[in-house]
C-alpha cells in the first residue's frame, strides 16, 4: 500500500509563486509515474503535469511555460513549482502515482490564488 501525502499549498497573490511537495511511503516510487491534478469547485478533476520513470514530461496547455515538475527517487517525492500564478490556478492540487497495476491518490492541499 502507498500513502502519498502533499504539503506547500496555501494562499499567495497572482503572479506569485509556491512548490508544492507529495511524499511518499510504503513502496517502490522509482517504479511509479507521478503527476499532479486539480479540482476547482463543482469541476473533474483535470491533470495538470506528468512525470515518467524515465524523466519525460507533460503539462496541461493551462499550466505550460508556468510550472515545472520534478521527482528526487532518493527522497521519494514529486515536486510542482507553480510560478507566475493566477486566480484561474486556485483549486484543490492532488497527486497521484500510477503504475501498470496500481493507482494512489494523495488528499489533497488547497491553493489559493487572491490579492
Known amino acids: 500500500q502507498v500513502q502519498l501525502v502533499e504539503s506547500g499549498g496555501g494562499l499567495v497573490q497572482p503572479g506569485g509563486s509556491l512548490r508544492l511537495s507529495c511524499a511518499a511511503s510504503?513502496?517502490?516510487?522509482?517504479?511509479?509515474?507521478a503527476g499532479w491534478y486539480r479540482q476547482h469547485p463543482g469541476k473533474q478533476r483535470d491533470l495538470v503535469a506528468y512525470i515518467t520513470t524515465s524523466g519525460s514530461t507533460t503539462f496541461a496547455d493551462s499550466v505550460k511555460g508556468r510550472f515545472a515538475i520534478s521527482r528526487d527517487n532518493a527522497k521519494n517525492t514529486v515536486y510542482l513549482q507553480m510560478n507566475s500564478l493566477k486566480p484561474d490556478d486556485t483549486a484543490v492540487y492532488y497527486c497521484?502515482?500510477?503504475?501498470?497495476?496500481?493507482?494512489?491518490w494523495g488528499q489533497g492541499t488547497q491553493v489559493t490564488v487572491s490579492s
Open positions: 510504503g513502496s517502490i516510487f522509482s517504479m511509479y509515474t
Open positions: 497521484k502515482l500510477v503504475s501498470q497495476v496500481a493507482a494512489y
